[in-house]
């Protein structure tokens, strides 16, 4: 029982080390990066095909031959023609906080009123100073929002610069994607308090066409590509007008890091389609609390401490590794199943950690063992003999064993005689002589010294046993 609390014991302090860890930014690092694979290893299918995106690519640039900003006389024909080919819901990710020429400003407002169904994009300037922190609501002109929607187009960016949290307002402000479901007469879900995207899809699933087909469906594109569907409308051009933006409206998102085929940047308007389908379906991915975290962690830390109850390395590794996977596996099917999030790096680092506490206390309890039995045997054994005893400590046994062993007795003969006729100085270094032949000679038949007494030696070999 004493030996039952010591391991459930180390296993508890192993998980309040991983609590305490669990709190810095490298934790946090790699939890968002198992969030990453989690989500990598999810099985994708078709993207949703009811969100088209309309994209300001090179192809249009090429083919409308404008340069940027293009005149919003020609969004707003880019909208009469969107609602003729009867799209739900009209989406621009593009601000327009200034005013243009009036009657560019005036022609799009007016296709804005007569379509009924347009959403533009509101964004949040943040200024930061020594001594305060700013933050401006941008806003599109007044001629332009009359008749339209708003909807925030910030997307907040975690320690690593990767989209994975659900956007949130602090206020009465719709996100663009709820400002789009409530423009197609579609019931928008709750957006749980810090829930993440459920992606549906990889970058480049969902059905895009570009602008200047969109400007003529009838031309370019098949009949009906439109009809009852949520348009979302922006640039994927790689290249930005100011050069101090870098890639224009890209995003890093957790297929980013996966060594696949997905591996790169998701354009803002497919950002914001998966944005809008987890707010139509309700899917989005709910994130385990801190305290039911800690919770499990400790749990965790006392399983890892119970699983190295008598250790032994192949055996104890073999716990720890099946207990890590099923750990891995629930989490992964709790996500994959469940959109339930558990950050499992924390969760069976404590698992890990006994395995290693317990590895090296065995580790410095066999070496402390040897360093004895080294010290006790190394005047009496030969380092032959010396060397197997240390490689199996376990064969020294309280009581002794029992075993056929060969005893030798030889000592000088005539050595009193001898003794009598010469001086002590030549009897010295007779012994000394015939001491150091016979000991060189029986360590090199492995045998073992048991004494020395005056002229006599004593010597066995076969103890210890060999064992085989």
Same mark, same amino acid.
């Given at each position: 029982?004493?030996?039952?609390?010591?391991?459930?014991?180390?296993?508890?302090?192993?998980?309040?080390?991983?609590?305490?860890?669990?709190?810095?930014?490298?934790?946090?690092?790699?939890?968002?990066?198992?969030?990453?694979?989690?989500?990598?290893?999810?099985?994708?299918?078709?993207?949703?095909?009811?969100?088209?995106?309309?994209?300001?690519?090179?192809?249009?640039?090429?083919?409308?031959?404008? &340069?940027?900003?293009?005149?919003?006389? =020609?969004? !707003?024909?880019?909208?009469? %023609?969107?609602?003729?080919?009867? *799209? +739900?819901? $009209?989406?621009?990710?593009?601000?327009?906080?200034?005013?243009?020429?009036?009657?560019?400003?005036?022609?799009?407002?007016?296709?804005?009123?007569?379509?009924?169904?347009?959403?533009?994009?509101?964004?949040?300037?943040?200024?930061?100073?020594?001594?305060?922190?700013?933050?401006?609501?941008?806003?599109?002109?007044?001629?332009?929002?009359?008749?339209?929607?708003?909807?925030?187009?910030?997307?907040?960016?975690?320690?690593?610069?990767?989209?994975?949290?659900?956007? &949130?307002?602090?206020?009465?402000?719709? =996100?663009? !994607?709820?400002?789009?479901? %409530?423009?197609?007469?579609?019931? *928008? +879900?709750? $957006?749980?308090?810090?829930?993440?995207?459920?992606?549906?899809?990889?970058?480049?699933?969902?059905?895009?066409?570009?602008?200047?087909?969109?400007?003529?469906?009838?031309?370019?594109?098949?009949?009906?590509?439109?009809?009852?569907?949520?348009?979302?409308?922006?640039?994927?051009?790689?290249?930005?007008?100011?050069?101090?933006?870098?890639?224009?409206?890209?995003?890093?998102?957790?297929?980013?890091?996966?060594?696949?085929?997905?591996?790169?940047?998701?354009?803002?308007?497919?950002?914001?389609?998966?944005?809008?389908?987890?707010?139509?379906?309700?899917?989005?991915?709910?994130?385990?609390?801190?305290?039911?975290?800690?919770?499990?962690?400790?749990?965790?830390?006392?399983?890892?401490?119970?699983?190295?109850?008598?250790?032994?390395?192949?055996?104890?590794?073999?716990?720890?590794?099946?207990?890590?996977?099923?750990?891995?596996?629930?989490?992964?099917?709790?996500?994959?199943?469940?959109?339930?999030?558990?950050?499992?790096?924390?969760?069976?680092?404590?698992?890990?950690?006994?395995?290693?506490?317990?590895?090296?206390?065995?580790?410095?309890?066999?070496?402390?063992?040897?360093?004895?039995?080294?010290?006790?045997?190394?005047?009496?054994?030969?380092?032959?003999?010396?060397?197997?005893?240390?490689?199996?400590?376990?064969?020294?046994?309280?009581?002794?064993?029992?075993?056929?062993?060969?005893?030798?007795?030889?000592?000088?003969?005539?050595?009193?005689?001898?003794?009598?006729?010469?001086?002590?100085?030549?009897?010295?270094?007779?012994?000394?002589?015939?001491?150091?032949?016979?000991?060189?000679?029986?360590?090199?038949?492995?045998?073992?010294?048991?004494?020395?007494?005056?002229?006599?030696?004593?010597?066995?070999?076969?103890?210890?046993?060999?064992?085989?």
């Amino acid at each position: 029982m004493r030996a039952f609390r010591k391991y459930l014991g180390f296993g508890l302090l192993c998980g309040i080390a991983a609590v305490l860890f669990s709190l810095t930014p490298a934790a946090e690092i790699a939890e968002l990066k198992g969030y990453d694979l989690f989500h990598g290893a999810r099985s994708f299918s078709a993207a949703p095909e009811d969100i088209v995106l309309v994209a300001i690519d090179e192809p249009s640039f090429a083919e409308l031959g404008l &340069q940027w900003p293009w005149p919003r006389s =020609l969004h !707003g024909s880019l909208t009469d %023609a969107l609602k003729n080919a009867g *799209a +739900a819901a $009209i989406g621009f990710d593009i601000l327009f906080p200034e005013q243009s020429r009036i009657a560019e400003d005036t022609a799009f407002a007016g296709a804005i009123r007569k379509a009924g169904n347009v959403v533009l994009a509101s964004d949040v300037s943040l200024s930061e100073g020594s001594h305060f922190d700013q933050a401006m609501a941008v806003e599109p002109v007044a001629v332009l929002k009359e008749h339209a929607r708003i909807g925030l187009v910030s997307v907040p960016l975690d320690r690593d610069y990767v989209v994975r949290r659900m956007p &949130q307002t602090m206020s009465q402000e719709q =996100l663009f !994607g709820e400002a789009l479901a %409530a423009a197609s007469g579609r019931e *928008a +879900a709750r $957006i749980p308090g810090g829930a993440y995207i459920s992606y549906a899809s990889p970058p480049g699933s969902y059905v895009t066409v570009s602008y200047y087909q969109a400007l003529e469906p009838g031309r370019y594109l098949p009949k009906g590509i439109f009809q009852d569907k949520i348009v979302i409308v922006g640039r994927t051009t790689t290249a930005t007008a100011d050069p101090e933006k870098g890639v224009a409206d890209y995003f890093a998102t957790p297929f980013l890091f996966l060594g696949s085929e997905n591996n790169r940047l998701m354009s803002g308007i497919e950002l914001h389609a998966n944005i809008v389908h987890d707010i139509l379906s309700g899917t989005f991915v709910e994130r385990m609390g801190s305290p039911a975290q800690m919770a499990l962690i400790l749990l965790s830390g006392m399983l890892g401490g119970l699983l190295q109850f008598r250790w032994r390395p192949f055996r104890s590794a073999l716990f720890t590794a099946a207990a890590s996977l099923a750990l891995l596996l629930a989490a992964y099917l709790l996500f994959d199943r469940s959109r339930y999030w558990i950050p499992v790096f924390s969760m069976t680092l404590p698992v890990v950690f006994s395995y290693g506490i317990f590895g090296a206390d065995a580790y410095i309890q066999t070496e402390r063992k040897r360093r004895e039995i080294k010290r006790a045997f190394s005047h009496y054994l030969s380092p032959a003999v010396l060397d197997a005893v240390l490689a199996d400590p376990e064969g020294l046994r309280l009581g002794g064993i029992k075993t056929e062993a060969t005893i030798l007795f030889c000592d000088i003969a005539g050595f009193t005689t001898i003794s009598e006729q010469h001086p002590p100085e030549v009897i010295s270094r007779l012994l000394n002589r015939f001491m150091t032949a016979m000991t060189r000679t029986i360590t090199q038949h492995k045998g073992t010294i048991d004494k020395f007494v005056g002229d006599a030696i004593m010597a066995f070999w076969g103890a210890p046993p060999e064992r085989s």
